[in-house]
């Protein structure tokens, strides 16, 4: 079956820690995303790539980020300089743009927790 | 601006009554428009949306939507509650023709359902 695979779905990292969340999809999809999802709001976009080797920073992009070497993977590094980084991440993909009514496709989560 | 405007972050109804789950919208451009559902600890799945044509959507598990340009809203409804309807819903407002920053995520609605 095709989707998108995120791990680990839990994580914690010490303080001072470079962490990094896999994301893996076989969809053959050319767009991918990241969103951070805290409590009671929204998803917030932190960086996306439209094509292998070139990827735009989100609305909360610092102390993040990515790397688009291949297709079907869009790895997210959670660096020491994210001051609150607990939070769930969640790792999406869509055939296309999605300014053409493309569906956005999620995977699981992983919840990245601090100690 | 674009924005999305979920009214009510909790929605409470009993098992086999009417779910209402309201939705405005503000675009400059008539918008795409989607509804995801979240089940706890799970990623984002496509209900429905909304891009051109017929503005009765109908999507997965009874749900359909509605486009009213002269509201500005795109409201979720299902005639009869389901126990497992209970999860968190949200909707989003794509910018046609945009970025990915232009995808804006409502904060969401968590449904509830009462025996």
């Known amino acids: 079956d095709g989707g998108i695979t995120q791990s680990p779905k839990y994580l914690f990292r010490k303080e001072g820690q470079n962490v990094t969340l896999s994301c893996e999809q076989n969809l053959n999809h050319d767009a991918m995303y990241w969103y951070r999802q805290d409590p009671g709001q929204g998803l917030r976009l932190i960086y996306y790539?439209?094509?292998?080797?070139?990827?735009q920073k989100g609305d909360i992009a610092e102390g993040y980020s990515v790397s688009r070497e291949k297709k079907e993977s869009f790895p997210l590094t959670v660096t020491s300089a994210q001051k609150n980084p607990t939070a769930f991440y969640l790792c999406?993909?869509?055939?296309?743009?999605?300014?053409?009514?493309?569906?956005?496709?999620f995977g699981e989560g992983s919840w990245l927790t601090v100690v | 601006a674009q924005s999305v405007t979920q009214l009510g972050s909790h929605v409470s109804v009993s098992e086999g009554a009417l779910v209402l789950l309201r939705c405005n919208y503000s675009s400059s451009v008539p918008p795409y428009l989607f509804w995801y559902v979240q089940y706890p600890n799970q990623g984002l799945q496509l209900l429905l949306k909304y891009t051109t044509g017929a503005t009765l959507v109908k999507g997965i598990n009874g749900f359909e939507a509605e486009f009213k340009k002269s509201e500005t809203s795109f409201h979720l409804t299902k005639p009869s509650a389901h126990m497992s309807d209970a999860a968190e819903y949200f909707c989003?407002?794509?910018?046609?023709?945009?970025?990915?920053?232009?995808?804006?995520f409502g904060s969401g609605t968590r449904l509830s359902i009462r025996p």
């Open positions: 999406a993909s869509s055939i296309g743009s999605t300014d053409s009514g493309n569906t956005i496709y």
């Open positions: 790539s439209q094509i292998v080797n070139d990827f």
């Open positions: 989003v407002n794509v910018v046609p023709w945009s970025s990915a920053s232009k995808i804006i």
